[in-house]
């Protein structure tokens, strides 16, 4: 409700919420990375692309490009290179 189901950098309705300091495997256990209101903006999905543009360099990694995901419990892990 903070954000008001609106985009913090252009205030369209948000579709997204975005970690500040991203998720990694040394971090995903830390409540305070992924669960705390300082640690989450809600984004619309042009901007939450625009956020994350720069560290893939041509935009959002497809899904198969990742190189963690989640098991099923829910826990971050490597994928295994086929």
Known sequence: MRDKYLCRKCGKPA???HHI???SPENIND????M???????????CHFEEHKGEHGHGRKTEQEYEYTFDENG????????
């Open 15 to 17: 579709t997204e919420v």
């Open 21 to 23: 300091i991203h998720l």
């Open 31 to 34: 409540p305070s990375i992924t």
């Open 36 to 46: 705390s209101l300082d640690n989450l903006i809600c984004l619309c999905r042009d």
């Open 75 to 82: 826990m971050l892990v490597k994928k295994e290179i086929k």
